[in-house]
């Protein structure tokens, strides 16, 4: 297995599975165990001896395959490199994000957003008017501007302010325009 220095999620599995390996390497020989307590009735007699099991060999077959989850942990690990898309150079990646990114260019002037049917400014109309009186096609707001406008009724003095007296215009003062 080949374990790249910049890939993070490597050198944790790797070190993950190190440990395990070593608790369970320590873990080697375990306590004995006992015999199930019997449930329910037991028959009297003597008991036989158990048959002595056939001692293992010192050293398993090369063939032989140890189900375990240290074993299907490994097999996971000897797959990894295959499964993870392969890291590209800084370069390379920068080439594929160019490639992808269409060409733009800022403008900045002043266009007022119309109202839209809800009564909300519609500052993609107004990016796209400022961006085709500069020669682009289309384009999208980038910074907007707002300003409330006033009739000449509320500079008299003592006069009430009423709710229709005042509106908010906003206003489209840069765009990100493409062709």
């Known amino acids: ?98 490639r992808l990114a269409k060409p733009s260019t800022m403008v900045s002037g002043r266009v007022a957003c119309p109202a839209s049917s809800n009564g909300a400014p519609d500052c993609k109309q107004a990016a796209d008017q400022l961006c085709q009186s500069k020669g682009y096609k289309d384009g999208k707001s980038l910074n907007a501007d707002s300003a409330e406008k006033c009739s000449a009724k509320v500079l008299i003095p003592g006069r009430a302010r009423k709710p229709d007296d005042c509106r908010t215009d906003t206003f489209v003062t840069s765009a990100l325009c493409q062709n």
């Open 1 to 98: 297995m080949m374990v790249r220095s910049g890939n993070p999620a490597l050198r944790l599995g790797t070190l993950i599975s190190a440990v395990l390996l070593v608790l369970l390497g320590a873990a080697g020989t375990g306590w004995p165990q006992s015999a199930p307590p019997a449930l329910g009735l037991q028959e009297q007699g003597p008991q036989a001896a158990p048959q002595p099991s056939t001692p293992a060999p010192s050293a398993p077959p090369a063939a032989a395959e140890n189900p375990g989850l240290i074993n299907e942990m490994g097999k996971l690990f000897d797959k990894l490199p295959s499964i993870l898309p392969p890291i590209k150079s800084p370069s390379e990646t920068m080439n594929d994000l160019s």
